[in-house]
């Protein structure tokens, strides 16, 4: 970011590369609708542009990124209650093979599950678990990210995780 804040034009590439993916699949996870994870994607790169000439690195780069992701979509969050598209927010299943469509269909069953386990966390420990799983932060980032403790963040992470063993037991 500090290249790209420089006048480095190509360094933006390599950084949309990078956390390309993950952060729209923060977002589709988080707000449960792949046309407005899309709207905040772009939103999220047009306010890291804007913001190239005042960027400080306090945190890591992704962390950073995602703080703004987050703000976002939790300020869209705020204002109407989010409806979760379950088959656009699915993924397909690495490694599942085409001659075993019975395996397809139990894991596929079992992806709906824990989507639907996610979507039914509180928004808080949602954000938590999507912002470790999708952003790889810390939880230091995520504290920092969502303005809260290390140790609220710890067990927010600690309360959804176990949501969605119970669940998918």
Avoid: C
């Amino acid at each position: 970011m500090l290249r790209y804040a420089a006048g480095e034009t190509a360094a933006f590439d390599v950084l949309y590369a990078r956390f390309r993916v993950r952060l729209l699949r923060y977002l589709a996870r988080l707000t449960g609708n792949v046309a407005l994870a899309e709207e905040l994607f772009q939103d999220t790169w047009s306010r890291v542009i804007d913001a190239r000439a005042r960027y400080s690195p306090s945190a890591r780069f992704g962390a950073y990124l995602f703080r703004i992701a987050h703000h976002l979509a939790i300020d869209h969050i705020r204002r109407q209650k989010p409806h979760i598209d379950i088959d656009s927010v699915l993924v397909e299943f690495p490694g599942v093979p085409d001659d075993d469509p019975a395996l397809f269909l139990d894991q596929f069953e079992r992806m709906q599950k824990l989507v639907r386990l996610v979507e039914a966390l509180p928004v808080e420990q949602r954000t938590v678990l999507l912002m470790r799983a999708e952003g790889d932060l810390t939880l230091e980032e995520i504290a920092q990210s969502v303005g809260t403790g290390r140790e609220t963040i710890k067990s927010r992470l600690r309360y959804a995780l176990a949501k969605l063993r119970e669940g998918l037991s």
